[in-house]
């Protein structure tokens, strides 16, 4: 019964964890690498941020969250 336990408070923790909403910075340059740009992405978990930055990818050049 303990282990059951610990086992449910482990996971309860790395879920918490892991769906922590923060502030993250896309940066962004031309395909030339001559131009560049940041975007603070507010409030949005690491895998929604990703996804949002990519999306500013495909009308800017490469983006990645730094």
């Known amino acids: 019964m303990k282990n059951v336990l610990i086992i449910l408070a482990l996971f ?3 879920g918490s964890i892991s769906s ?3 502030d993250w910075t ?5 395909s030339t690498g001559s131009d560049s740009v940041a ?14 930055c ?3 990818g495909d009308f800017i050049g490469q ?3 730094k």
């Not at 896309?26 to 031309?30: D, R």
Request: hydrophobic letters at 35%; one cysteine or more.
């Open 39 to 52: 975007f603070t992405l507010t409030e949005l978990r690491a895998n929604d941020a990703k996804v949002k």
């Open 54 to 56: 990519r999306d500013y």
């Open 26 to 30: 896309c940066q962004c340059s031309t």
């Open 20 to 22: 922590c909403k923060k």
């Open 12 to 14: 309860f923790a790395l």
């Open 63 to 65: 983006c990645a969250i």
